[in-house]
């Protein structure tokens, strides 16, 4: 069969072609090893070879011989896993993850890790400590974060489909930026064991995917109630392949007070494009407001350091990671994590005891809990009148390597629409709205839009999204040897 | 405005060594950061109640059976400076 053929399957594709016959698993995993091992992106820490991309990998199952790229915060047993921080650059977990475990168990070898913003922080990749991961539609620009690596591998294709972890945004963001499917599940879908933490109450594992279907078919693996994991829930009944074509009946809000100014014009452009899509469709579009969701930046830059500050005290030289003095214990302490940590999340740490410290904890933490609330209640407001809430996913296309690294709160703002549905625990997908010149002018790069929808409402959200994506019929082919050398 | 003194202060909570350099942009970046944070004071939050997570799950149990963890090998394969299969630490009093 003919290569072309295979890298523009995805996941669910490839599944196809394996069952028809037309290839076998091991012609598969060879193209797709191949394809890794050229790799221009640095969107790769580690690939594998095909005896350890099948290690531990079930010989049946749902997607046998599927190969898929994995994000580097998720533990692999015998696997280097360093979350692109300096801290575990050594670091060979003696466990696997649950959510890989999944995988492994519906028979998904494991191309590779992919690279990321150092233990997820970040908006860029630009944070890793192995340098930045590339946008395969432009080398010069970021393929965004923190699971950079992971879009760029999908897109670049370097894989057919990866799994990533969104805290405020790091699979919608960066599929954003990409031109893929990135999809946040509602919290609690998804199985956090093993996936190194960074903000426990936000952190999730979601898919990054060619299209909406293989969004769904990933989520379906992934979900589920897990003992290692007392917040995890799953989704009652599952996740199955969409398959509505309207979206009649349907009410999609917008909330019109948040895109205000710093929108990219051609953004604004494409989101509204895809509104009147939504209205060919049958669907409904209505203004809504969601009160406090502009705060959202501000609180989630309080408790997701606050979190960290926490979880991150775990790495200081002792049981695992890097040790970087053998002084008295407090200079360990103090200089292993001055050496294994980078700026951004040394900031975070600051940040985060700064707002838990004694005298500051009801001022900063304790206040951002409450306006929590409040973006939680507007959420549930905003759902008493439409079933949706859709909003660009970033306010710019890809941004150029660079451009955003002088002003951490410049970067925290690429965020801006996909931080309020993570404080709200609901799920929320981006799908590619088309291309669209950057601000300054420049090559059109992708573009796209967020849908959000109650908790544990996935299929409902998949549904109205593979509507949207098949009238969209958005081309990413462009990007497809955007990855390789 | 977070000062050169507060910077030392949460560096220390946060057993972080810092270099000169360091001190002074975090002094810079956090007082920037934090005049943003600081606009969650326009919110109104008189009787609200705070959000620590979204699942609406308590007191999840499980029986407390014995089952077996890692082993003391494994556990070790990680560490730094194993010794008598125990986590070596420097000692912590600096060497006079």
Redo the contacts between chains.
């Keep these: 069969m003919e290569h072309s053929e295979l890298l523009a399957a995805g996941g669910a594709a490839t599944a196809e072609l394996i069952a028809s016959g037309d290839v076998s698993s091991e012609e598969v995993l060879e193209f797709w090893l191949g394809r890794a091992g050229a790799d221009a992106l640095n969107a790769y820490l580690w690939t594998a070879d095909a005896d350890s991309a099948r290690r531990g990998v079930a010989a049946e199952g749902p997607f046998a011989g599927v190969p898929l790229a994995i994000k580097d915060i998720f533990c692999t047993e015998g696997v280097p896993t360093t979350a692109a921080s300096r801290m575990l650059g050594n670091y060979v977990p003696p466990y696997t993850a649950t959510a890989v475990a999944r995988v492994s168990g519906a028979g998904m070898p494991m191309l590779g890790k992919t690279n990321m913003d150092e233990f997820a922080m970040g908006s860029s990749n630009e944070n890793s400590a192995f340098g930045p991961s590339l946008n395969p539609w432009d080398r010069e620009r970021v393929p965004g974060g923190s699971s950079g690596g992971s879009a760029a591998v999908v897109a670049g294709g370097l894989a057919p489909w990866a799994l990533g972890t969104d805290t405020g945004g790091s699979i919608r963001q960066p599929a954003g930026f990409c031109g893929i499917v990135g999809l946040k599940p509602t919290y609690g879908s998804v199985s956090r064991f093993g996936m190194i933490a960074f903000a426990s109450s936000l952190d999730q594992c979601g898919p990054l995917t060619r299209n909406v279907t293989d969004a769904a078919l990933l989520l379906n693996v992934l979900q589920g109630r897990d003992e290692m994991d007392s917040t995890s829930v799953g989704i009652e009944g599952g996740v199955k392949a969409p398959s509505a074509e309207r979206l009649d009946g349907l009410r999609f809000g917008v909330p019109r007070g948040l895109l205000g100014e710093g929108i990219e014009a051609g953004v604004l452009a494409r989101f509204e494009d895809t509104l009147t899509r939504i209205a060919d469709l049958g669907g409904t579009v209505v203004d809504i407001e969601l009160p406090h969701a502009g705060h959202a930046i501000s609180a989630y830059y309080v408790l997701a350091p606050a979190e960290a500050s926490t979880n991150l005290s775990r790495y200081d030289g002792v049981r695992y990671g890097l040790r970087a003095s053998d002084e008295d214990l407090l200079s360990m302490y103090e200089v292993t994590r001055e050496e294994g940590f980078g700026a951004e999340v040394k900031r975070r740490i600051m940040l985060g005891t700064y707002a838990l410290s004694s005298g500051y904890y009801d001022a900063y933490y304790g206040r951002a809990q409450r306006v929590r609330t409040r973006i939680v209640e507007d959420f549930d407001n905003a759902f008493d009148q439409v079933d949706f809430v859709v909003t660009p996913t970033s306010p710019t296309v890809a941004f150029k390597l660079g451009e955003k690294t002088e002003d951490p709160w410049t970067m925290y703002q690429s965020d801006l629409f996909t931080v309020p549905m993570s404080l709200a625990g609901i799920p929320a997908i981006s799908i590619p709205a088309g291309l669209a010149e950057p601000d300054g002018g420049g090559p059109e790069l992708p573009v796209g839009f967020q849908i959000a929808a109650p908790a544990f409402s996935e299929q409902k959200l998949l549904e109205a999204s593979f509507a949207l994506e098949n009238t969209i019929g958005f081309d990413g082919s462009p990007a497809l040897e955007g990855g390789v050398k | 405005m977070?000062e050169r003194e507060?910077?030392l202060h949460?560096?220390r909570?946060?057993?972080?060594?810092?270099?000169e350099t360091?001190i002074d942009t975090?002094a810079g970046?956090?007082s920037?950061?934090?005049d943003?944070?600081d606009?969650?004071?326009?919110?109104d939050?008189e009787g609200?109640?705070?959000?620590?997570?979204?699942?609406p799950?308590e007191n999840?149990l499980?029986p407390d059976e014995p089952r077996p963890s890692?082993d003391r090998d494994?556990?070790l394969?990680?560490?730094?400076?194993p010794a008598d299969g125990a986590?070596r630490?420097?000692?912590?009093?600096?060497?006079a």
């Excluded at chain 2, 609200?48 to 699942?55: A, C, D, G, I, K």
């Excluded at chain 2, 630490?89 to 060497?95: D, G, L, M, Y």
Aim: hydrophobic letters at 50%.
């Design positions: 977070i507060q910077v949460v560096a909570l946060s057993r972080l060594r810092l270099s360091e975090l970046e956090l920037s950061i934090l943003h944070v606009k969650l004071a326009e919110v939050i609200v109640e705070p959000t620590s997570h979204v699942v799950l999840v499980r890692l494994v556990a394969s990680q560490a730094p400076d986590f630490v420097p000692s912590p009093q600096a060497e």
